[in-house]
């Protein structure tokens, strides 16, 4: 038996990459069980995989899957309970964010970090365009690095245009199985085009197909580029925040209200109007983000008590 990674899957066929970089097409026999999860596809980008040849060795069929340390999943349907597995085995999340053009607001990365937290996915702040701000953003930009690390989540700055940060971003990278997210025109394509220019064609073509809106079925596939930098690309990725969390359990998704919880009087406090709450009392003691406490609210508040 031959053991690879899953590089790419188009929901009955599976692209798989030898350790040797050898490519093989394979195929599944049967179905496999997947503990937990009701998934519409047993494989997915990421897995590592055990395949048999087939007879005249030119394709193979997947006859097992290692187990995961996470996965990303979608909901296969609005009205379906079932959902698609999007990538496996992910080692950083990078989020890229901007103070300008555009601007990212904090609701929009506290719901990727919550969901990233519930993906058990590493996470990296990007701040990209550092070469666009002025005072005003770069006081902006350091108030929001003090938050999040402050959460315990590490921050890079980076500017595509003057390759400030780009030898740091490339090594942190390196080795790693990365996904890249943030919001359109926030630089997501360029960076993989600045680390590697010959990918340049297959992503503005993965770009422009998805960008149609003519399939609803999601394709992910992982690029490899120089440097041993591998690269998760999927709209399933970018849209992220797709699973369904209790309200009772959102706060331990935000890491420092977590921390801050055990000092609640009651068990079930919802860090909302309860007294005696140690995250209020670190809110307002500055210790917890007023900003970061404002969307967890928001949040809480969302869809009749469950966070998407």
Known sequence: MEKGIVIKSTGSWYTVRLPDQQIVLCGIRGKFRIKGIRATNPVAVGDHVGFEWSEDRTTGIITSIDERTNYIIRKSSKLSKEYQLVACNVDVAWLM???????????????????AEAYRIPV?????????????????????????????????QMSLQTKKGIEEVRSKMKGKINVITGNSGVGKSTLINVLDPTIRLKIGEISDYHQAGKHTTTFSEMFELSSGINIIDTPGIRGFGMIDIDRAELFHFFPEIFRASKFCKYHNCMHINEPECGVKAEVESGKISETRYVNYLMMMEVDQGRYR
């Open 97 to 115: 964010v901007s103070m300008v053009l555009p601007r990212t607001l904090t609701p929009f990365i506290d719901r990727f970090l919550v969901s």
């Open 124 to 156: 990296i702040i990007l701040f990209n365009k550092t070469d666009l701000y002025d005072e005003h953003a770069m006081n902006e930009m350091n108030y929001l690095w003090a938050i999040y690390t402050s959460a315990g989540y590490h921050c890079m």
